[in-house]
């Protein structure tokens, strides 16, 4: 396949970053540690996990790996019952030791190996240690009859930017390849205490703040559905490993999208939860200080019940707050799924910026004859200053001028990708904002957060339903050509710290259905980029997500309804 597609012809006009961080020399005293980083990772793939069969033509022919292993032999018939089981049947199982700790994480160890060699989403694997920690726990099993949490013996891979103990934590800047933790991040305490088992830490990009994961450590993650599409970012190794489950739950970090995003183009459930619910003290960042649109952690997993599975069993039993004063103390509360006829859901079609792709479209009219066929009340939404939302967001994610961002990159002279030049771009770039100036930005904030709230309580509205993106998990090559440079879909419920989940509709990116409107004139030259770069042919078999948000604080309804409309669309 020949693919004609390209970064936009203009792009160059739109990069407003000083670049005075690329230093070739310098760079190239980097590359034995990238070079020695590399080869540690492929060392802990173990031989006897890996296939011999993955084609080399990976970024030029779609390929897709969940149907590659779904009927390949190279898992056994009891590695897939437990790759393919949800994580509560998981932890069930291993509780009445119908399934033991350890063969459950070979079972996704191996899946993993499989996954990451045509994928490359993972950035650490240490799969010795997985199967140490979960004899373990089978031992304590056995002697004691009692689980060590609710999470005993579960697989979890974590996004490599948080901090783990003794083992390199970069967050996908190259000057971080020296950065080795003495202290694990809170989550990951939190969660060993609960009994997870842990075994792959997973990609991300350069600078974390930007949609396609790449960087110059490990390269690029691939789409498990779509070989040519991104995996999305920052969290793209999240999505891609849950998404092929190589994994059960997965942990992301999303500031403008970075856990909706991976778990649309991949074709999972991921929550945003509202922020201070799960911690992200311990990571490798550059937004640290930086409260006006604060970073969130939270789940990646193949079911709604597996993300109420986490958030109850982190939030209630791991306490977080004990050990990180950011995060609130406030209990998971049990919410019932609620009857759809007692529901109001708003349906954003388009936030007025950027027009949906034709798939987007056609699977929210889907999404909205389905919620009306279960009794779901259903109203259109007209968006609210999106374009202020957009412009506000960009300009908080850069009102230092970037200076974080030249700290940590500055080091290593490493060369900027295409999508690091454009994220670092957006808002006034260079401009390092006074406390005067962030506070106005803070103001504008806060009356957006106004506007939604007086939306959702005048009209009586329980939910808004959105894209997660202009469309499906778009084109990403390692040139970095058409990748995903619009975001104000998912960041708009950053900058009101919406508790939002991303839902698969069941649908998949039809070219013989999903043609292109040659009719559409753009509104913008952002808009322009978008439309450009669908190409109907290249996203075949490319999931259709959506993202269901809620009103601050209203997590546990949102994950509620998502079991509804986990039930709705599982029936198709």
């Not at 999505?239 to 500031?255: E, F, L, M, N």
């Not at 100036?437 to 329980?462: G, I, P």
Request: aromatic share 8%.
């Amino acid at each position: 396949m020949t693919l004609d597609i390209g970064a936009p012809k203009n792009i160059e006009s739109f990069y407003k970053f000083t670049d005075d961080i690329t230093n070739p020399e310098l760079f190239e005293s980097w590359k034995p540690k990238i070079q020695a980083y590399r080869e540690a990772l492929d060392k802990h793939l173990l031989p006897e996990y890996r296939v011999s069969d993955v084609p080399t033509d990976l970024d030029s022919k779609i390929f897709n790996t969940v149907e590659y292993i779904k009927n390949s032999p190279a898992l056994s018939e009891k590695e897939k019952e437990i790759t393919e089981s949800t994580a509560k049947t998981l932890v069930d199982k291993i509780a009445k030791s119908e399934y033991s700790a350890v063969e459950v994480l070979k079972a996704f160890a191996h899946r993993a190996v499989i996954v990451h060699q045509f994928t490359n989403f993972a950035m650490d694997i240490f799969i010795e240690e997985g199967i140490k920690r979960a004899e373990e726990l089978d031992e304590y099993l056995a002697k004691t009859g009692k689980t060590v949490g609710p999470l005993h013996g579960l697989p979890i891979s974590l996004k490599e930017q948080i901090g783990y103990a003794g083992r390199i934590t970069n967050g996908g800047w190259v000057a971080w390849l020296d950065n080795i933790p003495k202290e694990d991040a809170t989550t990951v305490k939190t969660l060993r205490k609960l009994g997870a088992v842990f075994y792959v830490r997973t990609n991300q990009p350069q600078t974390l703040m930007h949609m396609d994961t790449n960087n110059n450590i490990t390269g690029r993650t691939r789409n498990p559905h779509n070989s040519l599409l991104t995996a999305g970012g920052s969290s793209g190794g999240e999505g891609a490993s849950v998404g092929g489950k190589a994994s059960p739950i997965g942990v992301g970090t999303d500031i403008g999208g970075s856990i909706r995003g991976p778990a649309a183009f991949s074709g999972t459930y991921g929550l945003r939860p509202t922020s201070r619910r799960i911690s992200c003290l311990g990571g490798v960042s550059s937004g640290k200080g930086q409260e006006s649109v604060v970073a969130v952690a939270g789940p990646l997993a193949n079911s709604v019940e597996d993300i109420d599975l986490f958030m109850r069993s982190y939030i209630n039993e791991g306490k977080p707050w004990d050990d990180d004063p950011s995060c609130i103390p406030v209990i998971w509360r049990d919410v019932p799924k609620p009857s759809p006829k007692d529901i109001t859901v708003a349906i954003m079609f388009d936030d007025g910026l950027v027009k949906p792709h034709p798939p987007i479209t056609r699977g929210l009219k889907f999404v909205e004859s389905k919620l009306k066929e279960a009794g779901v009340n259903v109203v259109k939404f007209e968006p609210i200053d999106t374009k202020e939302a957009l412009e506000t967001v960009n300009q908080m994610f850069v009102c230092d001028g970037n200076h974080a961002q030249r700290v940590m990159l500055k080091p290593s002279g490493e060369p900027l990708l295409p999508l690091t030049k454009w994220a670092l771009s957006l808002g006034d770039s260079d401009k390092e904002y006074t406390v005067t100036q962030n506070r106005e930005l803070n103001y504008k904030r806060d009356v957006l957060r106004k506007k939604y709230l007086d939306f959702f309580n005048n009209n009586k509205v329980d939910f808004i339903i959105s894209p997660t993106h202009v469309g499906c998990a778009p084109v990403c090559i390692e040139q970095g050509i058409a990748g995903p440079y619009y975001w104000g879909y998912t960041t708009l419920f950053n900058i009101l710290d919406s508790p939002t989940l991303v839902f698969p509709s069941g649908l998949k990116q039809d070219p013989s259905i999903d043609v292109k409107d040659e009719t559409y004139v753009p509104r913008s030259d952002v808009d322009k980029i978008e439309q450009d770069k669908y190409i109907p042919e290249l996203f075949e078999g490319a999931p259709i997500c959506f993202q269901l948000s809620g009103k601050r604080y209203t997590d546990e309804e949102v994950v509620a309804f998502g079991k509804v409309l986990e039930e709705i669309f599982k029936k198709d």
